[in-house]
DNA sequence: AATGACTATTCATCGTACTGAATAATTATT
DNA sequence: AATAATTATTCAGTACGATGAATAGTCATT
């Protein structure tokens, strides 16, 4: 079972009706064919950043609206070539075609060096608080790469 | 180490200079820093589609000329979220932002289906011979999001 | 406070892709 | 034809991410 389209189907779920429990959830998905434990369910439910109200689970506004992306390590694995810090920039080249998915999981993370990123097609531009935390991406994004 | 990155530096390492066998080869990354066997050259060599002639290997004009992509299964797993036929057009949805490199790796697959394929931001669209075609790729995709 | 309902986490397992040592197969050289 | 060099493949092992059963922890109800 693919996790992007699970989480897909517990969004939708999620505007449709009122799920109230994980339980409520295993059943729902159950339901559409998608046989879930409740561990990945629970997993799911905090990756998403939903959150429980008196009216069951909701997603806040501020939340992710989209499933959650391979982890960062992977996309950089699979599809990063080399990274190089330019003074408070973070050039880093992908494999043609590949920068946008790298890009997404590169902004989702919660480096503090990390103002924004930017992904054409297969480079992305990520903009660093200063030169230091530039220099501290790149080897951090570089270890990804070994 | 990266796959995609040993590849590439593969394919700059023959543009660069005369490789005559793979025992050159994994000598001249091991001057880059990259250890690796020689079953791993093997199999790049392969999947680079590079032949070997006389004058040692070379990259054919109609082999990759880049790194190879992440298998189709998993990158159809990772990304795709639905895959719908409409007579003979296949229209996948993957999550935002991640069309391409899954329609990459679709493209690069020998299935005889499949005429051509356009991405946008979150949609495949893979024109197909006809609609029984489409159908048995519906299938086939619809199999590695289970 | 006790109990039940619910959720989060641990731990063992699985699937997948990949690697390299060893070996088999192929090619080149003598 | 024999031998050496080279390449391809097998097989065992590794890394990684994901899963669910079991359990721990938390919250709600009585």
Redesign the interface.
């Known amino acids: 079972?693919?996790?992007?389209?699970r989480q897909?189907v517990i969004l939708e779920l999620l505007e449709n009706s009122a799920v109230g429990s994980q339980e409520d959830l295993q059943r729902a998905l159950g339901r559409r064919g998608l046989k879930v434990g409740q561990a990945t369910l629970s997993r799911d439910i905090h990756e998403l950043g939903l959150v429980k109200t008196g009216a069951g689970y909701v997603l806040p506004s501020e939340a992710a609206s989209?499933?959650a992306?391979?982890p960062v390590s992977r996309l950089?694995?699979?599809?990063?070539?080399?990274v190089k810090a330019a003074q408070n920039l973070l050039v880093i080249k992908t494999?043609?075609?590949?920068a946008?998915?790298v890009?997404?999981a590169l902004d989702g993370q919660d480096w503090e060096e990390a103002i924004g990123t930017i992904?054409g097609?297969d480079t992305i531009l990520m903009v660093c608080s200063d030169n230091r935390g530039a220099k501290r991406l790149a080897a951090r994004i570089q270890e990804?790469?070994?």
Do not use: H, I, N, Y
């Open positions: 079972m693919s996790k992007p389209l897909r989209e499933p992306l391979p950089v694995r699979e599809f990063g070539l080399e494999t043609v075609g590949s946008q998915p890009a997404a992904a097609d990804m790469l070994a």
